[in-house]
């Protein structure tokens, strides 16, 4: 087992009183592994300029001088994130989505709902 110690003992982070997080799911479920860089430069950003539901009314001309972004890599990003369900933007209003679990797929191939994976989960501990 690896101990971990931090490395800089008077930079560890605390959550701060503005509420602004990542959730981790963006890795663990591999959301993070579909998107270019430019998606998660967006992603990132809105992630921290949210209010609690998510919210944030910053411009694209905003947005490009803060990312330096042009407005096409603007355009794509958000169209990208989109596509992955990762946000929602009806201007000039962001919204930043909470993450869903990824669909799982049965050994036959078949999509299976989580409540079926739990309920074939309890089936085999029964057994």
Not at 59 to 70: C, N, T, V
Not at 99 to 115: D, N, Y
């Amino acid at each position: 087992m690896i101990i971990k110690v931090p490395i800089m003992k008077n930079r560890i982070r605390q959550i701060p009183k503005s509420f602004s997080w990542v959730d981790h799911r963006l890795v663990r479920h591999r959301y993070i592994e579909s998107c270019t860089h430019e998606q998660s430069a967006l992603y990132l950003f809105l992630v921290c300029v949210a209010d609690a539901q998510g919210l944030s009314y910053y411009s694209d001309k905003s947005i490009m001088k803060k990312l330096d972004m042009d407005m096409q890599s603007l355009k794509q990003a958000r169209s990208g994130l989109i596509k992955s369900n990762l946000i929602a933007w009806q201007e000039p209003i962001y919204q930043v989505l909470s993450l869903e679990p990824k669909a799982i797929t049965h050994r036959s191939g078949q999509l299976m709902s989580l409540a079926d994976v739990l309920s074939s989960a309890v089936g085999v501990i029964n057994d």
